[in-house]
């Protein structure tokens, strides 16, 4: 009935698997969890231990494809109409978790949970948690409200038949963004996206340098998509900015203000009390750099 999908890289995936495993037999329900190892040299080991699990495999990439390709290939080794595209370092909030996607395995569906972090300030991560909590823990009603723009397949209920064999474009190789061009494809084809109230908690916690280091080569993804006509530049917020400033001609004052004050701005994020104004400023800088 459902494939579950959890792509992973340098990441212990068991614990989430243990967790589907236990809620699906609960739930008395055909089903298969595939795990996909996106040629990690980390954690491998406690991961082959997933093949011991019944109705769960375990592969593993021999070449890096990127979080893009890695997905596409768990579509591919999937046999069920449904799939749940799962990120690894997550856990389902409640209890009802897979029932309540169970009652909507329904033909053409896509639909998104949510996700969630935890309430209690972290000691590590502390940039991921902030800005995870601003902007990716968005309520029901809000992701309801812009249903594309808010899209995440951290948490993802897709019928695999409204999908040409790949959720992404196989082109799609470096990190970033793959989400919103899903979602801008959706909308392009009108494939409407459903939102529900089901999250996800978000686990794994970057370090704040990781996580920045992270940002960057997402904002140079970002930056070549629009370059070449790949994605709207007003669907995100730092591409939309980063237009109007171009085309106001402002875009080198911008980068002036980014390279004269990118060091504090860096030491401020990094630090015990990140401001996310900052934090946007410093993205909005970076990004234009790239042109």
């Known amino acids: 009935m459902i494939s579950f999908l959890i792509p992973t890289y340098?990441?212990?995936?068991?614990?989430?698997?243990?967790?589907?495993?236990?809620?699906?037999?609960?739930?008395?329900?055909?089903?298969e969890i595939i795990v996909n190892d996106d040629g990690s040299d980390e954690k491998v080991t406690e991961n082959q231990q997933i093949e011991q699990v019944e109705n769960c495999s375990f592969?593993?990439?021999?070449?890096?494809?990127?979080?893009?390709?890695?997905?596409?290939?768990?579509?591919?080794?999937?046999?069920?109409?449904?799939?749940?595209?799962?990120?690894?370092d997550v856990t389902p909030?409640?209890?009802?978790?897979?029932?309540?996607?169970?009652q909507l395995l329904l033909p053409d569906q896509f639909c998104f949970g949510g996700i969630t972090y935890d309430k209690q300030k972290p000691k590590n991560g502390l940039l991921r948690?902030?800005?995870g909590i601003y902007q990716?823990?968005?309520?029901?009603?809000?992701?309801?409200?812009?249903?594309?723009?808010?899209?995440?397949?951290?948490n993802l209920l897709f019928d695999k038949q409204m999908i040409d064999e790949r959720l992404f474009d196989d082109q799609l190789t470096t990190y970033g963004y793959e989400d919103l061009l899903l979602a801008q494809k959706l909308k392009e084809d009108q494939i409407p996206i459903h939102h529900i109230d089901n999250p996800v908690v978000h686990e794994n916690l970057e370090t704040s340098i990781?996580?920045?280091q992270k940002t960057e080569t997402a904002l140079i993804t970002l930056a070549?998509?629009?370059?070449?006509?790949?994605?709207?530049k007003n669907l995100t917020g730092v591409s939309y900015w980063g237009n109007k400033m171009r085309s106001l001609g402002l875009a080198p004052f911008v980068k002036l203000v980014f390279k004269l004050f990118k060091n504090n701005w860096r030491t401020n994020i990094l630090g015990n009390k990140p401001y996310l104004v900052l934090f946007k400023l410093y993205k909005l800088g970076f990004y234009l750099k790239q042109f």
């Open 224 to 232: 070549d998509l629009v370059q070449n006509d790949k994605i709207d």
């Open 210 to 212: 990781i996580y920045l």
């Open 129 to 131: 948690w902030k800005y």
């Open 10 to 31: 340098n990441y212990d995936a068991r614990p989430l698997v243990y967790q589907i495993d236990q809620l699906a037999q609960k739930e008395k329900i055909k089903y």
């Open 93 to 102: 909030f409640s209890a009802d978790f897979l029932s309540k996607y169970i």
């Open 59 to 88: 592969y593993q990439n021999k070449t890096n494809l990127g979080r893009a390709g890695n997905i596409n290939r768990l579509v591919s080794y999937s046999k069920y109409r449904y799939c749940l595209l799962l990120d690894c």
């Open 136 to 154: 990716e823990a968005r309520s029901v009603t809000i992701r309801r409200e812009k249903p594309y723009r808010y899209l995440l397949t951290s």
